[in-house]
T-cell receptor, first 115, second 115 residues
Framework: NAGVTQTPKFQVLKTGQSMTLQCAQD?????MYWYRQDPGMGLRLIYY???????DKGEVPNGYNVSRLNKREFSLRLESAAPSQTSVYFC??????????????FGDGTRLSIL | AQKITQTQPGMFVQEKEAVTLDCTYD???????LFWYKQPSSGEMIFLIY??????QNATEGRYSLNFQKARKSANLVISASQLGDSAMYFC????????????FGTGTSLTVIP
């Protein structure tokens, strides 16, 4: 059971470089999310996609763009990396059905360092 | 504004004892979901337990139970018979459907189990 797969697991970038973090889920979930986690600050939502074809800004969207490529895949792009974007990035997915609220399932995270 | 508050940055518990991790939430919605996640030092986010706002009974999952007090807007996690492997960060989260299936996370509580 793969669940949520993030690539890469680690990345070092220089200031100004661009990169895309990839995320794919195989649970047929409608909703997908990107978070960043910094020490002492918990998880902060960058962007989310409630369903295929929609994306919305979260709490800290500046400096990022996203693409919901299809139901399975949701990518996060840093166009011009800055040291303030050094963080651990988590992708998550969740079902959106009737009845009970569904938990989020998380990928293993990407540790990103911007020099 | 929807908000999750975890007021205990760090907690210690003796092995085999029970411990309660506090969580309060703020929402005007009638329907919402409350979740607890565990994040060990290895970094992955592990779903522990879920409570729906309409559930009349407190949720239980093995050694985990959720003490849900709707009028006080609290959703405390109780871990019984603590084990060394319970040492981790614990995050409380709330889910709302009305804003695109968003999840709101607290800042977490670091639990250390003492042998």
């Amino acid at each position: 059971n793969a669940g949520v797969t993030q690539t890469p697991k680690f990345q070092v970038l220089k200031t100004g470089q661009s990169m895309t973090l990839q995320c794919a889920q195989d649970m047929n979930h409608n909703s997908m999310y990107w978070y960043r986690q910094d020490p002492g600050m918990g998880l902060r939502l960058i962007y989310y996609s409630a369903s295929e074809g929609t994306t919305d800004k979260g709490e800290v969207p500046n400096g990022y763009n996203v693409s919901r490529l299809n139901k399975r895949e949701f990518s996060l792009r840093l166009e011009s990396a800055a040291p303030s974007q050094t963080s651990v990035y988590f992708c998550a997915s969740s079902g959106l059905g009737t009845g009970a609220h569904q938990p989020q399932h998380f990928g293993d995270g990407t540790r990103l360092s911007i020099l | 504004a929807q908000k999750i508050t975890q007021t205990q940055p760090g907690m210690f518990v003796q092995e085999k004892e029970a411990v309660t991790l506090d969580c309060t939430y703020d929402t005007s919605d009638q329907s919402y979901g409350l979740f607890w996640y565990k994040q060990p030092s290895s970094g992955e986010m592990i779903f522990l337990i879920y409570q729906g706002s309409y559930d009349e009974q407190n949720a239980t999952e093995g050694r985990y139970s959720l003490n849900f007090q709707k009028a006080r807007k609290s959703a405390n996690l109780v871990i019984s018979a603590s084990q060394l492997g319970d040492s981790a960060m614990y995050f409380c989260a709330m889910n709302r459907w009305h804003t695109g299936n968003q999840f709101y996370f607290g800042t977490g509580t670091s639990l250390t189990v003492i042998p």
